[in-house]
């Protein structure tokens, strides 16, 4: 099946997404396409590579990812091509692929270099047009000139001892819910590394020694720790916005002290 999903920061009030898929459909009216999603903060890397790296690995190998974010950048990124664990990536060169996997890609494609196409459209007129062919059967090499490397960018990193975790915010959801890059597999391990000992969550001027199952274990107001499908720990407020009522923004720390 030529699938193609469909990631930018266009919004949902104008006719770009709907030009883009028609670009799309024309190189291959079977094509199926799936919208990740068009509300991406305007040029937010951060966040753009959040919702993609949780979601591209559900759908089936050789899926083609069209991500059309900061295209209009005032410095403008090569229009590039991927091959990632086994998944196609279409887009600009910003930095994005570089933090959704810690794998590096297999192939990398200039697709905009051998028969130079200027456009003030590149996500319909160079953008589509690749991730459809890509969709469709044709060989990544075909597309352009190899690359070497794809640009790099660094998230925030997790500092992990015997004693302590520590963590960033790294995305306030829709809901205010507030999301870290501190991860299950992490704390399991310190936790059996540690025989099991109590715990201690703190962030802003919260601590709490219980990691939720779900948010329904606590009552409408109060707050909860829970690791979330994606394994990574949540802080939310049951029928509430935590980022707001805990006064917590992106990028604020979070931190898990061991007893030893």
């Known amino acids: 099946m030529a699938l193609v999903t469909f990631m930018s920061d266009f919004g949902t009030e104008d006719h770009y997404v709907a030009a883009v898929k028609a670009a799309i459909l024309k190189g291959n009216p079977s094509i199926n396409i799936v919208d990740i999603s068009h509300d991406i903060y305007p040029s937010d890397i951060g966040h753009a590579s959040y919702v993609l790296k949780n979601v591209f690995r559900d759908f089936p190998p050789n899926s083609v990812h069209l991500c059309a974010i900061d295209l209009n950048s005032r410095e403008p990124s090569k229009l590039i091509a991927i091959k990632l664990e086994e998944h196609y990536f279409v887009g600009p060169d910003s930095g994005l692929f570089s933090l959704i996997s810690q794998q590096r890609p297999t192939a990398i494609i200039d697709i905009n270099s051998l028969k130079p196409i200027e456009s003030t459209f590149e996500a319909k007129d160079i ?23 794809i640009k790099i960018l660094y998230s925030r990193q997790l500092k992990v001892t015997k004693r302590e975790i520590s963590g960033n915010i790294i995305r306030v959801d829709v809901y205010g819910n507030l999301i870290t890059n501190i991860i299950k597999s992490e704390f399991d391990t310190i936790t059996r590394i540690n025989g099991n000992q109590p715990f201690e969550v703190s962030f802003g001027r919260e601590k709490t020694r219980k990691i939720n199952k779900t948010y329904n274990e606590v009552e409408s107001g109060e707050f909860y720790v829970l690791f979330n499908s994606s394994g990574f720990l949540q802080i939310g407020i049951n029928k509430g916005n935590a980022s707001e009522l805990l006064g917590l923004v992106l990028d604020a720390p979070v931190t898990i002290n061991f007893e030893t």
């Open 127 to 149: 953008l589509a047009p690749t991730a459809s062919g890509l969709a469709s059967g044709k060989n990544i090499h075909e597309m352009g000139p190899a690359q070497n490397e």
